[in-house]
């Protein structure tokens, strides 16, 4: 099973504690070792303008160089030297059933504190289903609430980092329009965050599958419909690596590397039972 692993290193550590942070992501598959390995670099704050707009005629972007700048953090940094932290980090992962379905994040935690065994992690998921960035916004002064979780306002406990996820798997139309409202309103979040101190990163989860939604409970789609819905997400996860490259985020690529040539997900990082969440 593919499992997610972020490795976290301090750029600056001042008497405030305030961090900078790189971040190496990369996912693993227990059967074949594979990793893939995401570097971040050069991170920005982040001040969009209210109602600006986040793309320039998004219709005439060329999403094969965004592509082609994408991959290029993808490419393995055997040579980062890791600087040894102590204390504690508070760690936010806003987002939808991309973000929720990670559970407890167990299993990143216990990486974590293998690599930074002085370091004590606190990692919230924040994530729900079936949410849009606009639930994601309100997730930062409400409480959360649902069947299997209760937690206070994101902005409230005060994280080290937010890690946000694109929710592009929970979208509107497949329209220029519509996707820039969608990161209109994530850059919002982001935003907010920066106003409250608090390091971002941005999160392009991994591509949809051909088999997208085949076996998901409920969905009665037929074969046209899912690959059409499929495309959606596509377009979407595409935009956000734009996103993040006009806004200067500071990007988790998940995105590139879980593709094949057909343009479509590689199966293995998609779970069989639904063909939608990571596996």
Known sequence: LAYLRCDILTKVLDNKRNLLFLLIFFLTSG???????????????????????VFQNLAEIDFGQVLAEATKTAVPQPQVAQVLISGKVTIAFLGDSMIDTMGDLANLKITLSQDYPKVEFNLLNYGVGATTPVDGLARLIQEVVTPTKKLPPLLTIKPDIVVVESFAYNHGKNTSAEIERHYQILGEIFNKLNQAGISTLFLVTIAPSQNFAKNAPGVLWDENQRRLEAETVLAYLK????FAKTQKLILVDAFTPSLEKSG???QIYVNPHDFIHPS
């Open 264 to 266: 479509f997900g590689k």
């Open 31 to 53: 059967f074949l070792g594979f990793n893939l390995w995401l570097f971040l670099v050069n991170p920005a704050p982040l001040s969009p303008i209210p109602g600006q707009q």
């Open 239 to 242: 935009a956000g690596l734009n």
